[in-house]
């Protein structure tokens, strides 16, 4: 048990010195011309480029249904380019990065996420379960974690949230008790309400309000680094504006969107208005907007008196207008719909009738409106056909024609950190170790009570 606890350790002291070693790999990856997606070029040696697996060694990674090997285990040497750093540095944690985020995913999708953000510099998150979640399985693997604070939707949360100066708010009544995507907006609020009493009394500095399907991208940062980035936020700015990039898959049968999607649309504030408005219906492929979903962004504040939350994509003061500054490079990454299970996964959460005028009273976007019709309505196969025409980009020539254009990018850097963190074990070693602490937990409660 010792020898786990101290492997464990050196996993997270490893994870604290992934951006000195990953700047330079990250970047080397972020091919800008949008043209040849190829990477093994640059490199003259046969070594397998962390994060670069075949599609067959992805497939068979995905064979395997235990919780561990999804959650990947290590089958090279752990970090490979960290062989001649040396671990004696002390990091500056300054800025105190913490975010929030709602959520229901389960640890495939949910550890990535986390260790990914520790990785770029984000300390502690605030994690407001449901659903898988909330389950014991997940729950106990994420409670473990250093920096993670697991807040369950009980009874006493919601009474709590029932006496929130949110519900006076008339710019958010328009939301309130209306099913589905508007009754998680109500939440996302409240919770990040709470969120912010939180950080405070943690003494952070910036928060973030994120999904779990999201990623942030310090694109021109040094080091790749978000603390880098926030650090260098003049101190009169109060909030951060990151605009949003969305992905845009290439196949139907992604399983691990965060390691295999690498191309993203852009979002209108990167282009020139004559690159947007001129491949407009192009770049929408008969969809009912440029972007799927949502296309404002999302971001982070400065904690300080009178916060508050301003909708899941901004912040707001209840005393002053914030000082808002929009950054000129890194963006969220967001990676909707994804999957082809994203039809089925939206539908099974909410109760609304597949009817055009009933969907409006559950969905504020267009197209999540159109897949729950879909969803409720088709066949496995007709579902599976829409995925490849709305969502799946097919087209090569559109796509290299788009990618000349600057509409779509390619970005690399998120998927090799999260490649380079399954590989050394870093996910499977916090299932394995919380396994162990709960079996452990157990024999002791065993031996107390024969005595």
């Not at 697996?53 to 561990?68: F, G, I």
């Amino acid at each position: 048990m010792a020898s786990s606890d101290s492997s464990y350790s050196r996993k997270f002291l490893l994870i604290t010195f992934l951006p000195l070693s990953l700047a330079c790999l990250a970047f080397l990856l972020q091919w800008r011309s949008g043209v040849n997606d190829s990477v093994t070029q640059w490199f003259d040696d046969n070594y397998p480029f962390p994060g670069m697996a075949t599609v067959s060694e992805k497939r068979s990674l995905r064979s395997d249904s235990s919780c561990v090997s999804l959650l990947g285990q290590s089958r090279t040497q752990a970090f490979p380019y960290l062989r001649d750093l040396k671990l004696d540095h002390k990091p500056d944690l300054k800025p105190r990065i913490c975010i929030t985020t709602s959520t229901s995913a389960g640890l495939e999708q949910t550890l990535p996420w986390i260790f990914y953000h520790k990785v770029i510099g984000v300390e502690t998150f605030y994690l407001f379960v449901e659903g898988t979640a909330a389950s014991p399985n997940v729950s106990r693997v994420l409670e473990t974690i250093p920096g993670v604070n697991v807040i369950y939707r009980t009874r006493e949360l919601e009474e709590e949230q029932a006496k929130s100066r949110i519900w006076n708010e008339t710019w958010l009544e328009k939301f309130f008790y209306k099913p589905c995507n508007y009754e998680l907006f109500v939440k996302q609020n409240l919770n990040m309400e709470m969120a912010i009493t939180m950080a405070r009394d943690a003494g952070m500095d910036w928060i973030l309000h994120l999904d779990t399907d999201e990623l942030v991208h310090p694109s021109g940062t040094r080091e790749y680094s978000l603390r880098n980035l926030l650090r260098d936020v003049p101190a009169d700015v109060d909030e951060v504006i990151f605009t949003n990039y969305e992905s845009s898959v290439e196949r139907d049968d992604i399983k691990e969107p965060f390691t295999e999607v690498s191309m993203f649309k852009k979002n209108f504030k990167h282009l020139p208005r004559e690159v947007y408005y001129g491949n407009y219906k192009e770049a929408t492929r008969g969809n009912p907007n440029y972007f799927l979903t949502y296309a404002n962004g999302k971001s982070a504040a400065r904690i300080q008196d009178h916060l508050r939350p301003n909708g899941a994509h901004r912040w707001h003061n209840y005393k002053t207008y914030p000082n808002i500054k929009e950054l000129d490079e890194a963006a969220i990454l967001h990676y909707t719909y994804s999957k082809f299970s994203d039809l089925t996964s939206r539908r099974d959460r909410c109760g609304c009738k597949p009817t055009k005028k009933d969907v409006k009273r559950c969905f504020m976007l267009d197209f999540d409106r159109a897949a729950f019709i879909i969803a409720s309505t088709s066949t496995s196969e007709e579902m599976l056909q829409w995925y490849r025409e709305r969502v799946v980009w097919t087209d090569d020539n559109l796509i290299l024609k788009l990618l000349r254009k600057g509409i779509l990018t390619r970005i690399y850097a998120p998927m090799v950190i999260i490649q380079e963190l399954r590989e050394a074990g870093v996910f499977s070693s916090v299932v394995t170790s919380a396994h162990m602490s709960l079996s452990k937990n157990r024999s002791n409660s065993s031996t107390s009570s024969n005595y």
